[in-house]
């Protein structure tokens, strides 16, 4: 009987000795059960400690180690901008082809030359008009303003003949200005002259009448005392009048003098007036004239540079429609056709809609693509930048999903001296990152559920 109920005996005993030893106290042990005890190896009893302790430090880190919780999708790498076609706008002949198919060009890099010689010619035309404009606005303008030419060491050796007759035109021109004033100024000082002969013979006159008076009054007494003849006072009379008339005369002349002096200076005005005005609307009529071989020479110029025909992005060479060098391109017919590349990507990805609901424009995310090993060359960082607004079926129309697009903080992996190129239409995963949890959450998670989910069916 003692044999028999050992074992349940024994086990007891061990329980109630982790228990604190109630057990032992409450049920007295046979001697030879509490022998076993007292035996047991200590080993037992510290590899249970040592269970115990684990799964309460497992259960202590669970709860306050915290992971990423992550909403899955898969996408591709698709263009930011859409594929830019090249094109010209003239078309011609091709002269030279830079680039080939899958190339990867930069902006502003040439891909096709074409023969610019009708455009080149019609520059050079243009160019010389332009600059013989240049100078006869120039050669007005000095002319205005009544300063010397100012032509510069360029345009004397672009058109050094424009430049000689444009020189020849303004030394004639002042020259035949300068001999009409010069003219008109003789005639003023003539004019002057005239003036003040006037005025020096009024002077004269006033001066004679004034003694003529003078001695006609003393004369007058001596013929009442018989002194001279009646006579030579009427003669001293007679004088008077005369110095009289000639007085009024000259007092006349000296407006008309200064009439002419002032007709002759309005003269000389109004040649420079007209020479002036004349050199006004020669220089508005210049100055329309280079407007306008200003502006036929830079559209000329815009041709020519239209020639070289550039990318105008950075991109790859998705297709070349030009492979002939001699060829002729249409107007406004397509080139190329350039996928960019920017400095970051775009990735487009498909959602469940279950998985939407916490989603929202700058989470953070981890984007993978399958042409290179995560493990090895890892992924790319991201933002979530765009959700789409309802849900899209796949052509087959059995998957729902929703389209999201993330952009990427670098367009490569790798480093920068070694990229590895991202390329439009690559496949990756994303890993959006919507919150955080412990590991114990995530643990207890599908219990939560059941039990939230259970005993409720029908």
């Known amino acids: 009987m003692l044999l028999k109920s050992g074992p349940g005996r024994f086990k007891d005993a061990i329980l109630g000795y982790f228990k604190g030893g109630d057990a032992l106290d409450d049920q007295p042990l046979p001697e030879v059960e509490k022998a076993l005890i007292d035996d047991a190896p200590r080993i037992v009893r510290l590899t249970i400690w040592g269970v115990i302790g684990f799964f309460v430090f ?23 901008s859409r594929i830019q076609k090249i094109q010209n706008l003239e ?7 830079y680039v080939h198919e899958g190339q990867i060009v930069e902006a502003g890099a040439p891909l096709v030359r074409l023969d610019d010689t009708r455009f080149a010619s019609n520059v050079g035309e243009t160019e010389a008009d332009r600059v013989a404009m240049e100078l006869r606005v120039e050669r007005l303008s000095a002319e205005i303003d009544n300063r010397p030419l100012n032509i510069t060491e360029a345009a004397r050796k672009a058109v050094p003949n424009q430049v000689s007759n444009e020189e020849s035109l303004y030394q004639s021109r002042r020259q035949q200005l300068s001999d009409e004033i010069g003219g008109l100024q003789q005639q003023l000082v003539q004019r002057q002259q005239e003036l003040r002969e006037f005025g020096s013979k009024q002077e004269q006159y006033r ?28 003669r001293l009379k007679r004088s008077e009048v005369e110095t009289r008339g000639m007085l009024d005369g000259t007092t006349l002349a000296i407006p008309r003098a200064q009439a002419a002096i002032n007709e002759v200076q309005r003269k000389i005005d109004e040649t420079r007036g007209k020479f002036r005005s004349e050199a006004l609307a020669q220089l508005n009529e210049a100055r329309t004239n280079l407007s306008k071989a200003q502006a036929t020479s830079k559209g000329l110029e815009d041709r020519v540079s ?26 406004g017919s397509d080139i ?18 279950q998985d939407i609901a916490f989603l929202h424009p700058g989470q953070e995310a981890m984007i993978k693509f399958t042409a290179y090993d995560y493990t090895i060359y890892g992924g790319l960082k991201g933002k979530l930048e765009q959700i789409g607004a309802d849900t899209v079926q796949d052509e087959d129309k059995k998957n729902t999903f929703y389209i999201i697009k993330l952009r990427t903080d670098r367009s490569h992996l ?45």
């Not at 078309?91 to 082809?97: D, E, K, N, S």
């Not at 004679?208 to 004369?219: A, H, K, T, V």
């Open 91 to 97: 078309g011609g002949i091709v002269a030279q082809i």
């Open 306 to 331: 239209r020639t070289m025909v550039s990318s105008p992005v950075r991109g790859i060479v998705k297709q070349m429609l030009v492979n002939t060098v001699g060829g002729v391109i249409q107007p």
């Open 207 to 234: 001066n004679s009448l004034n003694l003529l008076r003078q001695e006609i009054g003393m004369s007058e007494p001596l013929v009442q005392q018989g002194a001279i003849s009646p006579v030579e006072v009427l």
């Open 58 to 80: 497992l259960l202590l880190w669970a709860h306050f180690a915290i992971i990423d919780e992550v909403t899955k999708g898969e996408g591709k790498a698709i263009p930011s």
């Open 336 to 353: 190329a056709e350039v996928v960019p590349l920017d400095d970051t990507l775009l990735v487009e990805a498909k959602i469940r809609p």
């Open 414 to 458: 790798g480093t920068d001296e070694k990229p590895l190129l991202i390329i439009p239409g690559m496949v990756a995963s994303v890993d959006i990152i919507t919150g955080k949890k412990s590991i114990l959450s995530y643990l207890l998670k599908p219990i939560i559920k059941s039990r939230a989910e259970a005993m409720h069916e029908r």
